[in-house]
């Protein structure tokens, strides 16, 4: 078969494993904030559904990078090559989903989450710092929105893109842009501060309305600088706590909240492109990611692997960024994945605003290996905080997980490991301080139990109603 049909063959057995994939997770019955099933259905749309778009030529603008270029279509442009990383990497991501895990640090064996007490893990019955300490916690998540919307503000106003994608600032207001990073994580402290934990109508209305108005201030927060995906994973966390405590008001909130974020991606693409692309094109190299994937294929056929380049850099970049805080940092001698791609795509380094996805990456480092490798990392991952999510007792536990599941979600396929990790120590740094001061100052029991997994003990223990967990 020539390249094009080779693709094609893959990209149709890939997206009946996904189907497979997803039915089977479907089928467990308890996944976690749904953790498996995002993952596996943005894997299909950001990998597969991309690869139709392309190689069908469904879209009108074919974006960054032609896989189907050449004498011999597709032939010397990594096509083939991403088609076989697609296939493999969806088989090693389910399978990542579906291998024993061991429990958290230490923590004795409890149940599979399938085989705990009903209503045992249920919103009701967690125990919320932010609620039992309403007036410290709220204090302090209103400061830090303040010092949150002073960066944000201040970020605006040295920065000319008009309304396009701020992709990095100066050296002296990047402290600002960390502050204007956290005031979403503020605004989620201060709705759970906030909240009601009664389950009758009074309570229900009242959380539909801080949780409408933290959503809004969540848009805000989070779309300053162009960004789309940042609104989804920064309202994921939120979404997940508050949604069970409304009942059926969720249903209204859910429904003006999509038909509000599809007209935001419209609008924000267009300011990006000049004009609003056809859906298609905006699977195709937007959102989707295989035609990054066919570029890093040539690019390795070229000029040979990175040999775990980017990956060095990514576990540079904090430590780097602390360095340079403290006055003492200097230039990493490792390149980015962003850097690469600008360099080779741009012809310019410090073009750092196409990002080729978790696939392109791994081809990059490690060949189609590194992609087996890599989604079977991230799919045990996503398994292992979809369970320790079921099995948390605590509300700020649960906030923190979400917050890593919805970072796997929207950017652990579509992103770079060097942003993942930002992500995951020093952008929720407030969420890391509100899970801390649990363990220090909160509920005694909880203490010494970091993801709060149940062992034997725990589960001849009733429901935690004695243990003041309903907080009005």
Not at 133 to 154: D, I, K, N, W
Not at 173 to 199: D, M, Q
Not at 305 to 330: C, D, Q
Request: net charge positive; charged share 15%.
């Amino acid at each position: 078969m020539n390249p094009v049909a080779t693709a094609t063959v893959l990209l149709v057995a890939t997206a009946l494993v996904g189907l497979l994939s997803i039915a089977h997770v479907r089928s467990r019955g308890t996944d976690g904030l749904n953790l498996r099933t995002w993952m596996l259905v943005n894997f299909q749309l950001a990998n597969v559904l991309s690869g139709f778009a392309h190689v069908l030529r469904w879209s009108n603008d074919r974006g960054y990078f032609e896989a189907l270029s050449g004498p011999t279509t597709g032939a010397e442009s990594g096509l083939v090559t991403a088609a076989w990383a697609t296939f493999l990497g969806s088989c090693a991501l389910w399978a990542g989903m579906v291998v024993p895990r061991p429990t958290l640090w230490g923590q004795s064996r409890g149940k599979h989450p399938e085989q705990l007490p009903r209503g045992s893990y249920t919103p009701e019955n967690l125990y919320s710092f932010a609620a039992a300490h309403r007036v410290s916690v709220g204090g302090t998540a209103l400061m830090l929105a303040a010092a949150g919307t002073f960066g944000m503000l201040r970020v605006m106003a040295v920065t000319s893109e008009g309304g396009g994608r701020i992709i990095a600032v100066d050296g002296g207001n990047a402290r600002y842009a960390f502050l204007a990073g956290w005031l979403p994580w503020a605004v989620s402290i201060l709705v759970l501060a906030l909240a009601s934990r009664r389950r009758v109508a009074g309570p229900a209305i009242w959380n539909t309305l801080i949780l409408t108005a933290g959503l809004a201030a969540l848009a805000v927060s989070s779309t300053w600088n162009g960004g789309r995906a940042e609104l989804m994973y920064v309202s994921f966390p939120l979404l997940a706590l508050m949604l069970p405590r409304i009942r059926v008001l969720k249903w209204p909130i859910l429904v003006i909240g999509a038909v509000f974020f599809a007209v935001f991606v419209v609008v924000t693409t267009g300011q990006r492109v000049g004009a609003t692309t056809d859906p298609w094109s905006f699977i195709d190299w937007q959102w989707g990611r295989f035609s990054m994937a066919a570029w890093a294929g040539q690019h390795v056929d070229l000029h040979g692997s990175l040999g775990g380049e980017t990956v060095w850099s990514a576990l540079l970049n904090v430590p780097m960024a602390l360095l340079h805080f403290a006055g003492a940092g200097g230039d990493s001698p490792f390149r980015s994945m962003v850097e690469v791609s600008g360099f080779d795509l741009l012809g310019d380094g410090e073009q750092i605003y196409i990002v080729p996805g978790f696939t392109a990456e791994m081809i990059l480092n490690f060949g189609v290996v590194g992609v087996l490798v890599g989604y079977l990392i991230l799919g045990w991952l996503s398994a292992l905080i979809a369970d320790a999510y079921t099995r948390s007792r605590s509300e700020s536990t649960r906030l923190l997980l979400a917050s890593f599941g919805a970072v796997l979600v929207f950017q652990g396929i579509v992103g770079q490991l060097e942003s993942f990790e930002t992500f995951m120590t020093l952008s929720i740094l407030p969420l890391w301080g509100l899970w801390l001061a649990e363990r220090i100052v909160g509920n005694p029991r909880d203490r010494g139990r970091p993801l709060d997994l149940p062992g034997p003990a725990d589960e001849a223990r009733a429901p935690f109603k004695k243990r003041g967990a309903r907080l009005s």
